[in-house]
């Protein structure tokens, strides 16, 4: 048997759906456990997204191991070693198992996202210092 690795999900915390799928979804014990990340709060694996890269206002990101995903490929990653166990983490797994479909359907999550804080006049993360946060 495989030794579990460590898997992190890091998120914004804020945002009450995104706040809402991480509380909700489930990995396969076999795989490892998630550890949930509120990209909120100043922290070193932030600041490791950030030397990666990742744009945590367009993306979740998710650490298996040393491997790291932002995004469709996240959620894709997230849907392969779920659970699968109650209702969400199947239609979860059934739609981002697919990676085109994952590509597909996760601009629209993160437009939604987007909209949604920017309602509930939320500002954005900003971790990579660009100028379009919103107030």
């Given at each position: 048997?495989?030794?579990?690795?460590?898997?992190?999900?890091?998120?914004?915390?804020?945002?009450?759906?995104?706040n809402a799928?991480?509380?909700?979804?489930?990995?396969?014990?076999?795989?490892?456990?998630?550890?949930?990340?509120?990209?909120?709060?100043?922290?070193?694996?932030?600041?490791?997204?950030?030397?990666?890269?990742?744009?945590?206002?367009?993306?979740?990101?998710?650490?298996?191991?040393?491997?790291?995903?932002?995004?469709?490929?996240?959620?894709?990653?997230?849907?392969?070693?779920?659970?699968?166990?109650?209702?969400?983490?199947?239609?979860n797994?059934?739609?981002?198992?697919?990676?085109?479909?994952?590509?597909?359907?996760?601009?629209?999550?993160?437009?939604?996202?987007?909209?949604?804080?920017?309602?509930?006049?939320?500002?954005?993360?900003?971790?990579?210092?660009?100028?379009?946060?919103?107030?």
């Open positions: 048997m495989p030794t579990p690795v460590e898997i992190l999900l890091i998120y914004d915390k804020d945002c009450p759906v995104c799928f991480s509380q909700v979804v489930r990995i396969r014990q076999s795989v490892g456990e998630l550890t949930l990340i509120n990209a909120r709060e100043n922290s070193d694996i932030l600041a490791q997204v950030t030397a990666k890269g990742f744009n945590i206002d367009q993306a979740m990101v998710l650490k298996i191991g040393d491997s790291w995903y932002s995004g469709a490929d996240a959620m894709h990653m997230l849907a392969l070693i779920s659970s699968q166990s109650g209702w969400f983490n199947r239609l797994y059934w739609l981002f198992k697919s990676p085109t479909r994952a590509k597909y359907l996760y601009p629209m999550l993160r437009g939604c996202r987007n909209l949604l804080l920017k309602l509930l006049g939320k500002s954005k993360i900003n971790n990579l210092g660009s100028d379009d946060s919103h107030r």
